[in-house]
């Protein structure tokens, strides 16, 4: 019986761990989809308000990618399911099985105690004992009897309860199942209809590839004026306020803050990642991104991610107003703002308003956010918070 109560805790234990990893897979999709929602209406303005076709490649792009997350989410779900079926199949043989072994014995026990007269005897047995410590010992029987008759009985109904909730249980995860095959069906038909229309629109922005060139060169000039301005402001700030217990402080509660610094942002997506990456078009051309490109509705609110102090507001070519601000011995940077808030040298909070997101010479509102640990640039996205 205690094999038994360990297996049925363990299956108890299966369905809260995978309850866990479905809720996760449930936050991970909710996230993604709200993504995708967030994508349709950027692509939808876009079409609606020019006719610019490689922001709307890049848009798409994110979206297939997104898609592709969301139906390998899915496939994991299925997975989980489909191996606890599997296991809950073979789970439940087994119970049953033990289960009609249990009642065999309960009902040999029970013919065994009814034959052998206990019942009609018992105040026979104990008028005849030879002492009262007999009597007492016989007593104690009896009990004894009686007690594990209704623990037996007791535990078979406890048993039976618990294989009808698991079978519960069961078919509500095959209904799970066929639900995420329909969903992971119609994203599929999604993504299909997604990678016609892009392969139609690389069609149309290959036509012209001496302007595409053109234009990755311009960027790339531009982002390396940027890095400069922003590499000497720093150096600038360090020689005239040297390094002070309460800078180190600063410093420390930033590097403690990794992960969980809020977005810049109240809402967007993230149109273009830190780092080196294949150009979204041309074939083995590399692209450098010093932070990441956060797509927003025009005029959206920017904020501080961490109190410290605005080095410098300043405007910068293809970058419109950038806005640095010092953390210690870290550095925030918002970049293509369309108005500023904060004046050099101001202390500011965290999530205190630093400006307005404007648009970039392409007309999307981006807002361009690095953030530098003394002369050398981070990944944004390993220090803000999974929205």
């Keep these: 019986m ?3 109560a360990g297996t049925l805790f363990f299956l108890s234990l299966l369905f809260k761990v ?9 936050v991970q999709r909710d996230q993604i989809v709200k993504e995708i929602q967030a994508t349709n209406a950027l692509l939808q303005k876009s079409k609606e308000k020019s006719n610019n076709i490689l922001h709307q490649f890049q848009l798409l792009q994110n979206q297939i990618s997104n898609r592709e997350k969301l139906i390998s989410n899915y496939n994991l779900e299925l997975k989980k399911i489909s191996n606890d079926i599997v296991y809950l199949n073979g789970a439940i043989k087994t119970e049953k099985e033990k289960l009609d072994r249990i009642k065999k014995e309960y009902g040999k026990m029970l013919q065994q105690y009814h034959r052998s007269n206990l019942v009609q005897n018992k105040i026979l047995l104990l008028l005849s004992s030879a002492n009262f410590n007999q009597a007492m010992a016989r007593w104690q ?11 037996q009985k007791s535990e078979i ?3 039976q309860q618990s294989l009808v909730d698991k079978q519960n249980q069961l078919e509500v995860k095959k209904q799970r199942t066929t639900a995420a095959k329909d969903e992971k069906l119609s994203q599929k038909n999604n993504l299909s209809k997604e990678m016609a229309t892009k392969d139609k629109m690389l069609q149309d922005v290959k036509k012209d590839i001496a302007k595409l060139n053109q234009t990755i060169a311009q960027k790339e000039k531009e982002r390396k004026a940027l890095s400069a301005k922003i590499s000497r402001l720093i150096a600038e700030n360090n020689t005239a306020l040297p390094s002070t217990p309460a800078t180190t402080a ?3 509660n930033f590097e403690k803050n990794k992960g969980k610094l809020p977005w810049p942002t109240d809402a967007g997506i993230i149109l273009r990642k830190y780092g080196e990456q294949a150009h979204p078009i041309l074939k083995n051309i590399k692209v450098v991104n010093d932070g ?3 797509q927003t509705e025009a005029g959206s609110k920017v904020y501080n ?8 507001a300043v405007f910068v070519a293809g970058f419109n107003m950038v806005v640095l601000v010092n953390h210690g011995s870290y550095n925030t940077v918002y970049s293509n703002l369309s108005q500023v808030n904060v004046v050099k040298n101001q202390q500011v909070g965290r999530q205190d308003i630093l400006g307005v997101v404007g648009e970039n010479n392409d007309g999307v509102p981006v807002l361009h956010f690095e953030i530098w640990k003394k002369k050398q640039v981070q990944n944004p996205l390993l220090w803000i918070k999974n929205r």
């Design 2 to 4: 205690k094999c038994l």
């Design 18 to 26: 995978h309850g866990q990893d479905v809720e996760s897979l449930n």
């Design 141 to 151: 029987y009896f009990r004894q009897i009686s007690n594990f008759r209704k623990n």
């Design 157 to 159: 109904q406890e048993i």
């Design 250 to 252: 600063l410093s420390s």
């Design 292 to 294: 990441i490109d956060i």
């Design 305 to 312: 991610v961490f109190e410290g102090r605005v080095i410098e």
